[in-house]
Structures are given as C-alpha cells and as structure tokens.
C-alpha cells in the first residue's frame, strides 16, 4: 500500500546511513519551512546490501519522486574534506580507501552502486564523509610517534570518526545556547555499538577518541578500544592467530562482549548479575571519563558535555557511572531529570553544576540531507 502525503515538491532526499551490518533510511522533501522527514526506518543483522530494501522503503510514498541521494561513507582519507557529488572518480577513491575501513567504505560503495542501478544516472548521489569533520585536526592530535616517512607514504594518522555524528550534537548544542559563542568548549560523547568523544573548542573539533581506523579509543561493544600495541604481535607469536584472526579479535570479539564473555548489548549486562559483565559495564564507564577527564585539560575546562547515540541517550545508568566523582570539574548531575531523559533532548545536570549536560539525540540523517541540498544548490540546481 503506497501513502500520499499530498506533496509537490521538486526536491527529495533519500539518505542512505549503512553500518557494517544495518541500515537506516531516511526520506526529506524541501518545503517553504525548510528540510521535512516523512519517514525512516532502521534494519538490522544485513549480510549483504539489498536494493529491495531501498525499492520497499520508497515504494511506500507515491507522490514523491527522489532527486537526490546521500550516502555517509566513513572514510574520506585525506581527498575528501568536504560533502561531495558522486562521480566515478569519487567511487574509485572510496574504493582505492578500502583498506582503511574495511568493514564500513566497501558495504557504502555497494550501496551508491545499488542506488544508481535503481535510480539511474540522471538522479545525483552525495557522499558525506565521516572523516571530514576532523580534517584540520591539530597536528599534535593528529600525529602518531612512528617514522614520518613512512607514515606519509602509507597515510598513516589520526583520522577521526563518527564525525556526523558528533557534528549533529555540535550542530543542536549551538541552537539551544547560542549566546554561547560557537558553541564554546564542548565535549561530545557518541556511544551506541561503536563508541567515540571528540573534544571541540568554538566548533573546531581539537582531539577525538578514533584514530587511523575506528578501532582506536573507547571500549566498544565488540571493538577494543585502545590496546598496547605490543598485544597484536603476542596474539600473532603465541596465539598464533593470523592477521585476519587478529582483525576479527579486535573488531569482532573484544569490547563489551570479550570481557563480559556474556553480550556485546549494555542493556543485556546492566540486568546481569555476572561479575564480568559488571566489570565489562565498569571499564567501559571508566575509559570514558578517562578521556573527558583528558579532554577537560585540552580545552581548559567545558561549557557542554553532550551525549548521544544509543546508549549514550538511552541509559541512565551508563551516564551517571561515566560522571561519577566529576563533581570538582564542575560536573554536577540532576539525577532525577538523568533518571528520565531516555530517548529525548533534555538538560541533565544540576543547576549548580558549571558544565551543562546534555541528552542530545543525534540526526545524522538530517545532516546529511542538508548537506546534499547545500551541494546541489551550490551546481545551481533549483530548490
């Protein structure tokens, strides 16, 4: 059954958000008010890229014609610093970038090629770069201690991740106190199957969490976080595990999962009365404020710290044990509105704290479908 919504409109957006193994779909028409949603929707445990997932979810909506597609792809490497359109030199770039993010650019670039087949050639695609937003990353953040040459030879730096993410809660923060100068000095906290926080000054991001791949930093769902790097060759001599094997520990079977021995889901182990799983939730809380701890000494201190993601919105209890004993760093929680802010935008801390917390919910979708208006409007395309 198809729905009309009743609209004229000469532009729609499709946005396209692939993970490893899900997909979100997201559908905007441009109205005299601005970007509107009429719908998403979310799948999980996907194998393969599947256009009968995109015919299905457009199927739905009669009246309106797409003209646009935009599509997150995770890693820009060092070409793409801004939101492009899709040519078939950008294609063989994400391609070339591959090997960088394995588990996330090929499954992207199965679903541009996916998309063009059912679209065809004459509707433009848009790629938002993850990385993009941490291009201009200072190079004492940015720089890892190893042979200079070989690092420009191979593109060996600090990356950064989820930089669409951590641009939406920027984004929203700046709405809701815009007094604040740019924003001012925020810290923004991503957490749902992967995790990351970037420290920002003035809407300048200085430091973040991910590096050369979105392996570095947090302890993840089923990604280790930051390791010794001296582990890797220990699992390779005495483990005896291959490169792949090594891969798959640390993406695939390490994080929450590989310490809880139980599930990679936060909700599954806060209703866990195993020891481990309590120590899986503890060292997750605890990398995390190792890093604020971190970041509040970059920028000198916070005006903002801002939580986002699915646990990150979702679990009052991952975010009071995260924020525990802040208190001599001006962060003062409300626990009664923590206690009730799942799910919705709300201000968490008290009001005697000096960093305001935040609950924002993030809308990568909605940057995304805003900057692919921004890059046609820009080749003159009407609106």
């Known amino acids: 059954m198809t729905q009309n919504f009743g609209i004229n409109t000469t532009v729609s957006v499709l946005a396209v958000n692939a993970g490893s193994s899900s997909l979100r779909l997201s559908l905007f028409v441009q109205t005299e008010d601005g970007l509107e949603r009429l719908a998403g929707v979310h799948h999980s445990g996907i194998d393969i890229p599947d256009s009968s997932l995109l015919e299905r979810f457009i199927a739905s909506f009669d009246a309106v014609e797409i003209t646009q597609v935009v599509h997150r792809v995770v890693h820009g490497g060092e070409r793409f610093t801004m939101p492009c359109l899709i040519d078939a030199a950008v294609e063989t770039e994400i391609e070339r970038l591959i090997p960088l993010a394995p588990l996330h650019n090929s499954v992207a670039l199965e679903w541009i090629r996916l998309a063009r087949g059912l679209f065809g050639e004459q509707v433009p695609q848009?790629?938002?770069?993850?990385?993009?937003?941490?291009?201009?990353?200072?190079?004492?953040?940015?720089?890892?201690?190893?042979?200079?040459?070989?690092?420009?030879?191979?593109?060996?730096?600090?990356?950064?991740?989820?930089?669409?993410?951590?641009?939406?809660?920027?984004?929203?923060?700046?709405?809701?106190?815009?007094?604040?100068?740019?924003?001012?000095?925020?810290?923004?906290?991503q957490l749902g199957s992967g995790c990351s926080i970037t420290a920002i000054n003035h809407g300048v991001p200085v430091d973040t969490s991910m590096g050369f791949s979105p392996l570095e930093g947090l302890l993840m769902a089923t990604r280790s976080g930051d390791v010794d790097p001296m582990v890797v060759t220990c699992l390779q001599r005495q483990a005896g595990l291959n490169i792949e094997e090594v891969e798959r520990l640390l993406n695939k079977q390490s994080g929450l999962l590989g310490v809880s021995g139980e599930s990679h889901d936060m909700r599954v182990l806060l209703n866990s009365d195993s020891?481990?799983?309590?120590?899986?939730?503890?060292?997750?809380?605890?990398?995390?404020?190792?890093?604020?701890?971190?970041?509040?000494?970059?920028?000198?201190?916070?005006?903002a710290i801002l939580f986002g993601g699915g646990v990150g919105e979702n679990s009052p209890q991952v975010r009071a044990k995260i924020l525990q004993g802040m208190e001599w760093s001006g962060v003062q929680l409300n626990l009664f509105d923590n206690d009730n802010a799942a799910g919705k935008e709300i201000c968490i801390s008290a009001v005697t704290g000096k960093t305001e917390v935040w609950v924002i919910p993030v809308d990568e979708a909605q940057v995304m479908a805003l900057d692919a208006v921004t890059i046609m409007a820009g080749r003159g395309d009407s609106l």
């Open 126 to 189: 848009v790629a938002v770069f993850d990385t993009a937003f941490y291009h201009s990353l200072p190079k004492v953040a940015a720089t890892y201690a190893l042979p200079r040459e070989l690092c420009q030879e191979l593109g060996i730096r600090r990356y950064g991740f989820h930089g669409i993410a951590h641009r939406a809660m920027l984004s929203r923060w700046q709405e809701i106190r815009p007094e604040v100068k740019d924003g001012g000095r925020v810290i923004s906290v």
């Open 275 to 303: 020891p481990d799983a309590e120590l899986a939730v503890n060292l997750y809380c605890y990398r995390i404020r190792k890093y604020i701890g971190a970041y509040l000494a970059v920028l000198g201190g916070a005006d």
